[in-house]
């Protein structure tokens, strides 16, 4: 969904400072989770060439030479319970995997498309690389499919902004230009289309940046909401429920259009 040829409009610093920490797109595909306790055997088709604990370095203590059985050995050592996830990877599966993602590099895919194909070759369901626990199927309750259906409902040509306010103070003010299902430009509040604007978490606003919207692409959806409104909808497990209850406290107004239908839904 993001465009080989994506453009990036005006920087304005404070927007991206605070969506730098969602810019991660290799933990689309990793299993490790920030913060945790890992171990890590590197092995050759069996022959182990490498072992690492997060925390302590290579442990002196552990000797494993062979690994006969991945799936076997991640669970028995995840039951040790001195590990919160435990990964058993076969270097010649890594190597496999660069072969064909590498070939593919050379194609005009779409970025999120490359990282699916990276995600597909990694996670082959095969013992190349294993993990106990298993690899999340989500991130914070985001699934890549529940992404595509949303983009599948937009018009061939829709834009879409997130205004994110702490106070009066505006965190993240960030638009994106979507084409055909694909994000062709990202660009901010600050954008030459958009002015004059004054940003303000109220429906009078959100009025304003509807119409100013039109300079860019007809807009299809957009979410004002406080910073803690915003945190509780991205770690949410319902992604719906949040914005509705912080419509109805008066800290968030959302306004969607389904399908290019003229009849606009609007939250606050």
């Not at 005009?108 to 690389?129: E, N, R, T």
Request: glycine share 8%.
């Amino acid at each position: 969904m993001i465009d080989p040829h994506w453009d990036v409009v005006d920087c304005d610093p404070v927007t991206w400072r605070n969506i730098g920490r969602f810019i991660d797109v290799g933990q689309y595909v990793r299993a490790a989770q920030p913060g945790e306790h890992g171990l890590f055997i590197v092995h050759d088709a069996g022959r182990v060439l490498k072992i690492f604990d997060t925390h302590r370095g290579a442990p002196s203590s552990m000797k494993i030479n062979r690994v006969a059985d991945a799936r076997a050995l991640a669970k028995e050592l995840y039951a040790r319970g001195q590990w919160d996830r435990v990964h058993v990877i076969d270097q010649q599966h890594l190597a496999r995997v660069g072969h064909v993602a590498g070939a593919s590099a050379n194609r005009s895919l779409h970025l999120d498309g490359y990282y699916q194909l990276v995600y597909d070759l990694i996670w082959d369901g095969s013992d190349g690389y294993v993990a106990e626990p298993p690899k999340p199927g989500h991130w914070h309750h985001w699934t890549m499919s529940q992404l595509e259906q949303f983009v599948s409902r937009l018009p061939p040509s829709a834009s879409i902004a997130l205004g994110v306010f702490e106070g009066e103070r505006l965190n993240i003010g960030l638009v994106l230009e979507f084409r055909q299902g694909n994000i062709v430009r990202v660009t901010t509040f600050e954008a030459p289309a958009l002015q004059p604007i004054e940003p303000q978490l109220s429906p009078d606003f959100l009025d304003h940046l509807w119409r100013q919207l039109e300079n860019i692409a007809p807009p299809a959806a957009v979410l004002l909401c406080t910073q803690s409104a915003f945190d509780a909808w991205i770690t949410a497990e319902d992604k719906l429920a949040p914005l509705v209850q912080a419509a109805q406290n008066g800290t968030a107004c959302l306004r969607l259009i389904d399908q290019g239908a003229p009849v606009i839904a609007a939250i606050g």
